[in-house]
């Protein structure tokens, strides 16, 4: 019923800017919280910002002063702006979406975000 379409990965040179796109469709639940999150081959998968409802947003350490999530609540998608990139933030990038009174969220596909040095 719930579809989560993900865009914009790339392969990239480091100090690159990349913008990703995850666009929520088929749901009539309230959206409580949007983020992304990433994970590298062989690595755990982590947190990497997330924003409410409100507009509230954090961001994880590795992260912070280089990329910035936003979200557009009429169209229900969330975009991470990606700046001064770094070979390590080389992994697939997951879009996820809290639903107001759901226990359970929803991910995307994933999109391969790939930084050269």
């Known amino acids: 019923q719930v579809q989560l379409v993900e865009s914009g990965g790339g392969l990239v040179q480091a100090g690159g800017s990349l913008r990703l796109s995850c666009a929520a469709s088929g749901s009539i639940f309230s959206i409580n919280r949007m983020g992304w999150y990433r994970q590298a081959p062989g690595k755990q998968r982590e947190l990497v910002a997330t924003?409410?409802?409100?507009?509230?947003?954090n961001y994880a350490d590795s992260v912070k002063g280089r990329f910035t999530i936003s979200r557009d609540n009429a169209k229900n998608t969330v975009y991470l702006q990606m700046n001064s990139l770094k070979p390590e933030d080389t992994a697939v990038y997951y879009c996820?979406?809290?639903?107001?009174?759901?226990?359970?969220?929803?991910w995307g596909q994933g999109t391969q975000v790939t930084v050269s040095s």
């Open positions: 924003i409410t409802g409100g507009g509230s947003t």
């Open positions: 996820y979406v809290d639903w107001v009174g759901v226990a359970a969220g929803d």
